[in-house]
């Protein structure tokens, strides 16, 4: 099984850093960037999994790469977590409106971040296994499950 790919979209350097710290304690393999524009570039290269959008950030807002994310077509499209100060409850609103998988105030806690961040590491690893128990199932056994031979084929199985 491969391990999450996050993303870390984070313009004030000591929060950026000590995400990346957390992240990578805790075994993430943790790509960061400062601004909004620049994390939309590093998404445009592929392998993300999660991405932890700032809302306040130069360049383009974590709202507006929400909602670039969810429009952009990415294949595979990574989640999103807003992680912000914004606790209004029209904001947390707007953030799910743009997209938002999941939304996270600061000042947040360690333990409830790290919970957040393993339930997509977890829907990965399951996705993964099915993915592997699909590709070496007996082709009778697909069929009788309800599975469509062309799904297999686009995954490239």
Request: hydrophobic share 40%; charged share 25%; proline share 5%.
């Given at each position: 099984?491969?391990?999450?790919?996050?993303?870390?979209?984070?313009?004030?350097?000591?929060?950026?850093?000590?995400?990346?710290?957390?992240?990578?304690?805790?075994?993430?393999?943790?790509?960061s960037?400062?601004?909004?524009?620049?994390?939309?570039a590093?998404?445009?290269?592929?392998?993300?999994?999660?991405?932890?959008?700032?809302w306040?950030?130069?360049?383009?807002?974590?709202?507006?790469?929400?909602?670039w994310?969810?429009?952009s077509?990415?294949?595979p499209?990574?989640?999103?977590?807003?992680l912000?100060a914004?606790d209004?409850?029209k904001?947390?609103?707007?953030?799910?409106?743009?997209?938002a998988?999941?939304?996270?105030?600061?000042?947040?806690?360690?333990?409830?971040?790290?919970?957040r961040v393993?339930?997509?590491?977890?829907r990965?690893?399951?996705?993964?296994?099915?993915?592997?128990?699909?590709?070496?199932?007996?082709?009778?056994?697909?069929?009788?499950?309800?599975?469509?031979?062309?799904?297999?084929?686009?995954?490239?199985?």
């Amino acid at each position: 099984m491969s391990v999450l790919k996050v993303l870390i979209a984070e313009d004030e350097p000591v929060s950026r850093k000590l995400l990346n710290a957390a992240l990578t304690q805790w075994g993430y393999d943790v790509v960061s960037t400062s601004d909004g524009e620049a994390a939309r570039a590093r998404l445009l290269e592929g392998g993300i999994d999660l991405c932890l959008l700032d809302w306040e950030m130069p360049r383009m807002t974590g709202l507006d790469v929400c909602k670039w994310v969810r429009s952009s077509g990415l294949t595979p499209a990574p989640n999103v977590i807003l992680l912000t100060a914004k606790d209004d409850p029209k904001d947390i609103a707007a953030g799910y409106g743009a997209g938002a998988d999941d939304y996270v105030t600061k000042p947040f806690n360690a333990g409830e971040l790290r919970s957040r961040v393993s339930t997509f590491a977890k829907r990965k690893q399951q996705a993964e296994a099915e993915q592997i128990r699909a590709a070496h199932a007996d082709p009778f056994e697909l069929y009788r499950a309800g599975f469509n031979p062309a799904q297999l084929n686009s995954r490239g199985k």
